[in-house]
Structure formats: structure tokens, C-alpha cells
């Protein structure tokens, strides 16, 4: 018996060519994908002209606000301010504008002077300013805002106190520590540092602006929390004299460290206690117990969180002993230079800005600007 022949399988017309047909339908799909997937990716091109103008942007605003002579707005997205007399309208400073509405895909918009808004970036990510406070030299006589316990009928300790000031030439106004926040603020906008004295009812001054860009020197310690220099505060034993823990700082700058007389007679003392403000400098220290005299530079950090909007003074004497006219020669230049170290206005040494043009975070670009005339806020 012959063995039987096995014929190889192989593909009918009709197959070969229904293969080539779905072979050619999922080519064309890929084909169709991959160009849907490089049309999606930015073009290398296009990113780098918008990564050019980020930086042309960021360049030119950091240009103008280097020669910022003051700011009539400083917020977040937002700042508004003058520049010295470039020729352009009317004789005079230039008024600038750059303000982003804070939502993404908002443009950055630049105003100058009375122009209309001109868009510097159609479609904007993030817009962003921060602002990095210093205070500056006072350049007049500092006004100082007298708080008392009744500015219409003033305690024999709070007349002599506005005597004592005034004697140094210093123009004083005299506030109840009970009043508005509205009348608090007006009578801060013409004044330099608010000295607030020990006859006052801390639980009377629940609406004073303590975050005021003006300077505050206290007296009554039991309003520490309340300006964010320390948790709580206490009363020590008195004596004739206080312990300078650190003199050099412009207010006990000459004094020796150690035990200096501050007192003609027996006062008692007012400390610092519990936590104490992440940016206080220590004056002067009971030995064996918390800070007396304490102050915070414009910028620290308070107790509590934030920062001082203005310098800020804590005296080592509150109690309700104090007698001013029991203070030294030594006691009454601590008073004198607490005014005026607390009454330098505040200026902005310079500006962070971070723009973001694109969704990806890679394109974030920041600059650090710094402000030659340390310009204040109006």
C-alpha cells in the first residue's frame, strides 16, 4: 500500500486579500495615533519663544519696579507704582501698573500712566509678588501717638510722660485706648509710632490695629500676645537697676552689659514669659529669668505667626508702681531711643516674582529684584 501525499496549507486569493485590507486599516490607525500623540506634545519651537517671553517679561517688570520711588498698591497679582519722570504726557512721576486677575489662563496686563491696559501674556498660569519689607531712615522728627486711659482727662504719670516726650521736640497726639479701629488708623496715618502707656486697660484696647505698618513701643506687657512678642507676660521683683543682655542694638548701643542703673528708687520689673517671638532680640534680662526689654525688627517673625509690619518695643517697666519721673538719665534714653528706633518707616528692599506661562510647572521661572530707593507703601 502506497503512503498517502500531505499537501502544504497556504492562503486563497480571497484571504490574502482580506488580510491585506485589515493589515492596511490597523497601519492607518497607528499612523492616525502616532500623529494625534506628537500634535498633543508642545512644539519645541513654540515653548522656547514662550520661555523667551516669560523672560522678557520678567525682565522688564523687574526694570521698572528697580526704580520704584513709592507703591500706591503692593498686593499678591497686583502692584501699582511711581517712577522717576521718563518724558512721556505730563511732566511728573510715571504711574505704573501690572496686575494679573489671579485665575489661570487670565492675561498679565500692563498700565501706563492714563493708557489703556495693554496685555503683556495672553494666557497666564501664575502671577505672583512677594514683597520683603526693611525699615529706612526716618528723615524728620518722629509724631508719636500717646496711648492713655482717657485722652480728655490725662493721669498726672500719662501728663508727664507727654511732657517728657515732648521735651525732646517730638510732636505728640494722645489717643483713649478704647477708640475705632477707624479712628486708631487715622490718627496712624499722621503719626510715626505708637507708644502705648502702662495706665491703659489692655482689655479696653480690643480694637487697636496692632498689624499697623507704624512703629508700637508698650509699656503694658500684658499686651504682648496681642503684638505677637511673646505667649504671656509677668511681673518680677523690682530694683534699682536692669541687665543688658545685649548692647548692640541701637537702643542700649553705650551701655555696659551687665547691672546698669535705670531706676532713682525701687520699680518693679515686667518679663517675657512662655514662648517668645521666633524674631525677638533679647535687650536686657532678669538674671535667672525671662527677657525685659525686647524688640522685633520689621519683617520677623511674631509670636503666634506673621510678621511685624513695622519695628516693635517692649519695655522692662509696666507695673502699676511705674512712676516715670523715677527714671534716670540712662531710663529716659531708653524711652528716647526706643521712639525713635520704633518710628523708621517702612520700605521694601525688594521683590520676589514668580510667573508660570504654561501648565507644566517646569516652566515656572522666578526673579528676586532688588529696590534701590526702598520705596514705601502709600
Not at 105 to 110: N, S, W
Not at 200 to 215: A, Q
Amino acid at each position: 500500500m502506497r503512503p498517502r501525499r500531505h499537501h502544504a496549507a497556504g492562503f486563497t486569493l480571497v484571504e490574502l486579500a482580506l488580510a491585506m485590507a485589515i493589515t492596511t486599516i490597523l497601519l492607518g490607525a497607528m499612523t492616525s495615533a502616532v500623529l494625534l500623540a506628537s500634535h498633543a506634545l508642545p512644539d519645541e519651537d513654540d515653548l522656547s519663544e514662550r520661555t523667551a517671553a516669560a523672560i522678557a517679561t520678567l525682565d522688564r517688570i523687574s526694570s521698572d519696579l528697580a526704580l520704584a520711588t513709592s507703591f500706591i498698591a503692593a498686593e499678591s497679582s497686583r502692584v501699582r507704582f511711581n517712577v522717576p519722570d521718563r518724558g512721556h504726557g505730563d511732566p511728573g512721576l510715571e504711574k505704573i501698573v501690572y496686575k494679573w486677575a489671579g485665575t489661570p489662563g487670565d492675561p498679565l496686563l500692563l498700565r501706563y500712566n492714563a493708557c489703556p491696559n495693554v496685555t503683556l501674556c495672553e494666557s497666564v498660569q501664575e502671577f505672583s509678588l512677594e514683597y520683603v519689607p526693611k525699615a529706612k531712615p526716618l528723615q524728620h522728627t518722629p509724631r508719636v501717638l500717646l496711648v492713655v486711659n482717657d485722652s480728655n482727662a490725662l493721669e498726672s504719670q500719662e501728663s508727664d510722660k507727654l511732657d517728657l516726650i515732648e521735651s525732646w521736640g517730638f510732636p505728640v497726639e494722645v489717643i483713649t485706648d478704647d477708640e475705632s479701629a477707624d479712628t486708631y488708623t487715622a490718627m496712624l496715618s499722621t503719626s510715626d509710632v505708637m507708644y502705648i502707656s502702662e495706665t491703659v486697660l489692655s482689655s479696653d484696647m480690643v480694637e487697636t490695629p496692632y498689624d499697623t505698618d507704624r512703629g508700637i513701643v508698650t509699656e503694658e506687657a500684658y499686651l504682648y500676645d496681642e503684638l505677637g512678642i511673646s505667649e504671656t507676660a509677668h511681673t518680677t521683683y523690682g530694683n534699682h537697676f536692669f541687665w543688658v543682655a545685649d548692647n548692640t542694638h541701637e537702643i542700649t548701643a553705650g551701655l555696659k552689659t551687665g547691672a546698669v542703673q535705670v531706676f532713682e528708687f525701687f520699680m518693679k520689673h515686667t518679663y517675657a514669659d512662655g514662648a517668645l517671638a521666633p524674631g525677638a532680640q533679647v535687650l536686657s534680662q532678669w538674671p535667672g529669668y525671662d527677657p525685659t526689654t525686647v524688640v522685633i525688627e520689621v519683617g520677623a517673625e511674631l509670636w503666634g505667626g506673621g510678621q511685624a509690619g513695622a519695628r516693635r518695643v517692649g519695655l522692662l517697666w509696666g507695673y502699676t508702681d511705674f512712676d516715670v519721673n523715677g527714671l534716670t538719665d540712662v531710663g529716659h534714653r531708653l524711652v528716647r531711643r526706643a521712639i525713635v528706633w520704633a518710628a523708621a518707616p517702612v520700605g521694601i528692599s525688594s521683590i520676589r516674582i514668580t510667573l508660570q506661562l504654561d501648565a507644566d510647572a517646569s516652566s515656572r521661572l522666578q526673579t528676586q529684584v532688588q529696590l534701590v530707593n526702598l520705596p514705601e507703601v502709600s
